[in-house]
């Protein structure tokens, strides 16, 4: 791009008072954001500090429960190529690589749980555990459990990822890890009890972070369409209160007091009438009862995040945009709800 091109570039220049508004409005996004990056580390430091009191410290070879080798309670092989199951449409079968998940299987290779390690380069050591039915490509090693009274793969995976074998190998020039370094490392055996006790807390603090996993890519995609539809002058700005003091001139306005009650309510607001506006989209029938649409918010984990009050209070704020249509059923003549256009 030249310099006379970037000349001929239009800035959109909202009034003074709109930028500050807009400013306020992105930041307190901002910060949503980061306080919800900031949960997901924690609730990660919440799981690893739970490991280390029930079970020690495996780095440190510190644990008040016997060591041994896993390798009789397990069984390792390599994954399978996932050509010729791959499909483009999600499913329930999950295809693991080393580094993770990377696309969705029409069948899968294993129905049980399996603990999966990255076998070369870069991904070599990384772990991790499939809940359910997947499919494991073949640069990954999977480890099954063949004696679940001895071992479960919540814990054997988490156990894994304690212990430095990714640290030992890095240094190689082509580090790799085989099945003998898994199958013959040292582990704490606690009693089973306590392993499945781990896994409850770990499916619940999963499940927590799902949750908030899928607030921050909310708010994240909130952050940008509100900067796009403020700077375009689409953007409702009036909730976001502008004070300041008669003695003030345009000079000092980087001291503008904003009440962020009021900018949480505009971003609490637009969450609820998008999650109610989903809910009803994605429920099947035509006609959708105020007991259906709380049930399909408490499927989905908003009931809980909203509160009752909210969704109602949203819900008919919806009706009166316009966009949300109250009519009766034809079957119980009670209240339902259909989106319009």
């Not at 689409?234 to 001139?249: G, K, N």
Request: proline residues 5%.
């Amino acid at each position: 791009m030249y310099p006379r091109d970037v000349e001929r570039i239009k800035v959109p220049n909202p009034p003074k008072d709109d930028q500050i508004r807009i400013a306020t409005l992105l930041r307190r996004i901002e910060t949503l954001i980061a306080t919800r990056k900031e949960d997901l580390r924690l609730l990660d430091e919440f799981l690893k500090s739970t490991f280390l009191d029930m079970f020690g410290d495996i780095r440190a070879k510190s644990s008040r429960y016997k060591w041994e080798k896993p390798r009789p309670y397990l069984k390792a092989s390599s994954g399978k190529s996932s050509k010729d199951v791959k499909t483009e449409t999600e499913t329930e079968y999950p295809i693991y690589g080393g580094n993770g998940i990377n696309g969705w299987a029409i069948e899968p290779l294993y129905h049980e749980n399996v603990v999966i390690a990255g076998r070369v380069g870069q991904q070599c050591g990384i772990i991790h555990v499939s809940n359910g039915p997947c499919w494991v490509t073949d640069n990954a090693i999977v480890i099954k459990i063949t004696d679940p009274k001895k071992l479960n793969a919540t814990y054997l995976a988490t156990a894994y990822q304690h212990a430095p074998i990714r640290e030992k190998v890095k240094q190689l020039d082509l580090p790799f890890i085989n099945q003998s370094m898994l199958l013959d490392y040292p582990l704490p055996m606690p009693p089973i009890e306590e392993q499945n006790t781990f896994t409850t807390i770990v499916s619940k603090v999963e499940f927590i972070k799902t949750q908030y996993q899928l607030n921050l890519a909310e708010l994240e995609n909130l952050y940008g369409a509100l900067s796009q539809k403020a700077f375009k002058g689409e953007l409702d700005l009036s909730r976001i209160p502008l004070e300041m003091s008669d003695d003030q001139d345009e000079d000092e306005s980087s001291s503008v007091l904003v009440d962020d009650e009021d900018v949480d309510a505009h971003i609490s607001t637009s969450f609820a009438q998008e999650d109610i506006l989903s809910a009803i989209k994605g429920l099947s029938e035509q006609e959708v009862t105020f007991e259906s649409l709380m049930e399909q918010l408490q499927r989905q984990a908003r009931v809980e995040l909203l509160g009752y009050e909210q969704i109602k209070e949203e819900l008919f704020s919806l009706i009166e945009q316009g966009k949300v249509e109250q009519c009766v059923t034809k079957s119980s003549n009670g209240l339902a709800f259909v989106l319009k256009g």
